[in-house]
């Protein structure tokens, strides 16, 4: 049986966020390979993203904070305003990541300016969030109420944590942790789970994260909820105990990871997610900049559970 390649749909694009508007209009952005602005690019179709041009919204800082590792921008459009989320930390305390906010000013998000919002704010009298290293913020709305998901590291350990929004910019509640790095595939390298992406399907809810190191060890993790659950609580979040997507040397896909969710053109599900092409990586992963964005149709079997195939 032969095997198809995998053939990336932007090279040198890491952390890949496709957003499908209302009008049809796909968005992109992802870390760029400098990690020193957040792009984005509009096309009518998800190969169109290919060939258009990307439009900087915005640059780091000098010196400072949000001066070093733009990481991970997601666009969202949320309560009738267009904002993005991404990590940032300062040159002078490179590991100090911390998620932020821009908002567009208008309604073009191409076209008309964005602005910073500063630092995500935690909720009244909360201590936690956003203490320590936290990046790979995205937010989902579920029956009409805003939900945020983010990595946070706890003695080095990233786990991932949600809260419910106040403002595009604030938390309403505290943080719950939903889950942490406890099996074997998600400490390799590194103790990780970060780079949360949620879908929903029929009556349940999923939750896609990232594992381990960001070399050919990343893979992907999934948790599950139903849709009457409560959120803010951990038992109500069921992980899978093996990863989805893992390297496959076959397809030519290394480290697979950092995924987000759309739709085609015919309204099929699609896994957007970046991999290399090659195993072996000379220096710090982090800094290879051939982490690519991939595309994957997602299939659902019979009873209704993702299946996240090369």
Known sequence: ??????????????????????????????SVPEYD?????????????????????????EKGIMSQHIWAPEIHYVDGGWYIYFAASDVDDIWALRPYVLRCTGSNPMEDPW???????????????FTDFSLDMTVFQHKNVWYTVWAQKVNNISNLYIAELDAPNKLKTKPVLITEPDHDWEQVDFWVNEGPAVI??????FLTFSASGTGACYCMGLLTAQVDA?????????????????????????????N?????E???????????????????PLYDPNRHTC????????NGNPVFRF
């Open 1 to 30: 049986m032969s095997v198809t390649v995998v053939k990336p749909l932007i090279e040198q694009r890491a952390d890949p966020y496709i957003y499908k508007h209302t009008d049809g209009t796909y968005y992109f952005t992802a």
């Open 37 to 61: 602005r957040v792009e984005l690019r509009a096309a009518d179709t998800i190969k169109g993203l290919a060939e258009a041009k990307a439009k900087i919204l915005w640059r780091k800082h």
């Open 115 to 129: 602005e910073e919002m500063g630092q995500m704010q935690p909720s009244e009298g909360d201590t936690f969030a």
């Open 200 to 205: 929903r399907h029929g009556d349940k809810l």
């Open 230 to 258: 409560d959120l803010l609580k951990r038992e109500s979040w069921v992980k899978t105990p093996v990863p989805v997507l893992v390297t496959s040397p076959e397809h030519q896909a290394y480290g697979p990871g950092h």
């Open 260 to 264: 987000s969710f759309t739709v085609d």
């Open 266 to 284: 015919n309204g099929e599900d699609l896994v957007i997610y970046h991999a290399r092409p090659y195993e072996k990586i000379v220096g710090d």
């Open 295 to 302: 595309v994957m149709k997602l299939i659902w079997d019979e």
